[in-house]
């Protein structure tokens, strides 16, 4: 019988064995490519019918590295510039390891006094390296899907009681259609949240945009005037995915505040420009919405999975999320208990990564990362600017840089958008660089996104010759 209690501890043996195979892995990171040529086929390896008889721990592990090894996506290494993604830095990496190893549930003070005080320690350490102000609340979840359903659930309950209804315990029965106003930068999470809370996609229909796809002040004014002093909430976006710009928070809140309004900010990546003077200006006005959102696994760089919620009105977070039973802490008790702020009960306790890197690398080592990554992509836009085959199709606002191949004497848009989209195909399948295509200004456009912790300037370098090498031979 190959079941773990009839044997001896392996353990030690299955974690040396592990720690062997992550440290040749790291050795190869920088240089090797994102994605391995017989990656298809390595994945296609795994399946077949439930086994009657193990195999055992360390064969067990054996298959998984030889096979899954060859499988993954380099996707932690300098390579990647796909999907906004970062990279465990040292210390979240080890501490994320330490995670598993502890197996706690952040759920409550009782069930862990460490995660619920580290989770406490980190939304405080968090507040201050964004410099949002004390009244916000806030809770760690898996990203910013469940970050944005975390906050536009409080938003939603919110709505309700302006109506008179707790939406909570009552449900929607007799309200009228939630009004939520967006623009063109609006996140597709930020969709599905409100799909999941029942608010509907269609909801989010109003997106009221200029030319660019920033929320049109103006035309928000306006539609807010439309609603005759009825509550609704608006999304505003900071760090579009194609390009990194922003909405106009600031303004924004103005007339939040003038027409009692709630402002949500999906800032996944963007909120970390108020980390630096240089870009600071493009999340003004941040600290004045009622909720703001980011990723954890983004520009901090701590592994997956990881997002946080802040509400500045956090008792909301309580009414929606409390669980009643008579096993569970109560929600009024003095201690943290984080799992009656958020969806999850059943929660891994994500604050030792993310204490782990903030008390390792600090606000001053943060803000230095950012501003590398912001003269990378200058140097991303320059490579792309002065390249006769290349074409940059906006000057960096952040560390998104939008461009696509373009040789001369090919001026068929859906050609030339044809032959874009198979380097697109082809770049994922050469493997030697990431970055995925979008639609941007109505063309098919590149959009690497710079956010991982080991790139430097040798993988801009080389992102830009493998787009011209890969469109060169395809033309």
Same mark, same amino acid.
């Given at each position: ?103 706690? $549930? ?41 970050? $944005? ?27 009228? +259609? ?35 796809? =920033? ?35 600031? =303004? ?35 600290? =004045? ?41 109560? +929600?009024?008790?003095?201690?943290? $208990? ?74 068929? +848009? ?62």
């Amino acid at each position: 019988m190959s079941l773990p209690l009839v044997l001896p501890d392996d353990t030690q043996a299955a974690l040396d064995q592990i720690a062997a195979a992550a440290r040749s892995y790291l050795e190869t990171l920088d240089d090797g490519p994102v994605r391995l040529p017989d990656a298809d086929a390595a994945a296609a390896r795994f399946g077949g019918s439930l086994p009657e008889h193990g195999v055992g721990t360390l064969a067990a592990l054996d298959e998984l590295v030889r096979d899954g090894l060859d499988a993954a996506t380099r996707s932690s290494g300098p390579r990647m510039f796909h999907f906004v993604t970062g990279g465990g830095t040292p210390a979240a990496l080890a501490a994320d390891w330490l995670t598993s190893v502890l197996d706690q $549930n952040a759920f409550s003070w009782v069930a862990s006094p460490l995660g619920a005080r580290l989770e406490q320690v980190t939304i405080g350490w968090l507040r201050e390296l964004f410099e949002l102000p004390e009244r916000f609340g806030g809770v760690l979840v898996s990203g910013a899907t469940l970050a $944005n359903t975390t906050a536009l659930a409080a938003a939603r309950q919110w709505w309700g009681e302006r109506h008179g209804v707790d939406i909570a315990r009552d449900g929607f029965v007799g309200l009228p +259609p939630v009004p939520v106003l967006s623009g063109g930068y609006l996140h597709t999470s930020a969709t599905k949240a409100l799909a999941t809370l029942g608010m509907g996609r269609g909801s989010a229909s109003r997106y009221i945009a200029d030319t660019s796809g =920033r929320m049109d002040v103006d035309g928000l004014a306006r539609a807010l005037s439309d609603l005759h002093g009825a509550p609704a909430i608006i999304i505003a976006t900071v760090g579009d995915v194609n390009d990194g710009d922003a909405d106009p928070v600031d =303004r924004l809140a103005d007339l939040a505040e003038r027409h009692g309004a709630w402002l949500h900010v999906d800032g996944a990546f963007g909120l970390f420009a108020r980390l630096s003077p240089r870009s600071a200006h493009l999340a003004a006005g941040v600290e =004045r919405a009622d909720s703001v959102v980011a990723d954890a696994h983004k520009w901090l760089n701590v592994p997956y999975d990881t997002g946080f919620a802040f509400v500045a009105h956090p008792g909301l977070l309580g009414k929606v999320f409390s669980m009643d039973a008579a096993y569970l802490p109560r +929600p009024d008790e003095p201690r943290p $208990n984080f799992g009656h702020l958020a969806p999850e009960a059943s929660r891994r306790a994500r604050a030792l990564p993310v204490w782990a890197t903030l008390r390792a690398y600090g606000r001053a080592g943060y803000r230095a990362l950012i501003e590398r990554h912001l003269d990378l992509a200058i140097r991303l836009a320059r490579r792309a600017a002065d390249h006769p085959r290349l074409e940059l199709l906006r000057e960096p606002v952040l560390n998104v840089v939008p461009f696509r191949y373009h040789p001369g004497g090919l001026d068929d +848009p859906a050609a030339l958008d044809d032959l874009n989209r198979r380097i697109g195909e082809a770049l994922v399948t050469d493997g030697r660089v990431y970055a995925g295509t979008t639609r941007y200004l109505d063309v098919v456009a590149f959009r690497p996104a710079i956010a991982g912790w080991r790139i430097t300037e040798r993988e801009i370098d080389l992102l830009a010759d493998v787009v011209v090498e890969l469109g060169d031979r395809l033309r």
